[in-house]
Nanobody, 126 residues
Framework: QVQLVESGGGLVQTGDSLRLSCTASGRTISTYNMGWFRQAPGKEREFAAADSWSGSTTYYADSVKGRFTISRDNAKNTVYLQMNSLKPEDTAVYYC???????????????????WGQGTQVTVSS
């Protein structure tokens, strides 16, 4: 099973940008489809973005489409989430996750992700 560690979170202001990183160990992420999820206080964890093992296909929640970009560097065993034009409603703990399932049917399904990181806090002040 792959182990995942997120980094890059922090406190920013509305309109700022952040780039989250998720570094994997134990197995190569080139065999996994990767996703980013987030959980705001008092809310359920929700899908934000995902990509295919090659990075050629990406999926986004409507709430982040056009502002967030998922990418990966398989050579570095790392997945990124570039977040631009941040809003206070983006405040959450962001989690990286890996799944062996592929395709649009599964990319947004939290139950299909078997490996999770510990999360990194992103706080956007107004």
């Amino acid at each position: 099973q792959v182990q995942l560690v997120e980094s890059g979170g922090g406190l920013v202001q509305t309109g700022d940008s952040l780039r989250l990183s998720c570094t994997a160990s134990g197995r190569t992420i080139s065999t996994y489809n990767m996703g980013w999820f987030r959980q705001a206080p008092g809310k359920e964890r929700e899908f934000a973005a995902a990509d295919s093992w090659s990075g050629s296909t990406t999926y986004y929640a409507d709430s982040v489409k056009g502002r967030f970009t998922i990418s990966r560097d398989n050579a570095k065993n790392t997945v990124y989430l570039q977040m631009n034009s941040l809003k206070p409603e983006d405040t959450a703990v962001y989690y990286c996750a890996a799944t062996a399932y592929s395709g649009s049917l599964f990319a947004r399904d939290i139950s299909k992700y078997g490996s999770w990181g510990q999360g990194t806090q992103v706080t956007v002040s107004s």
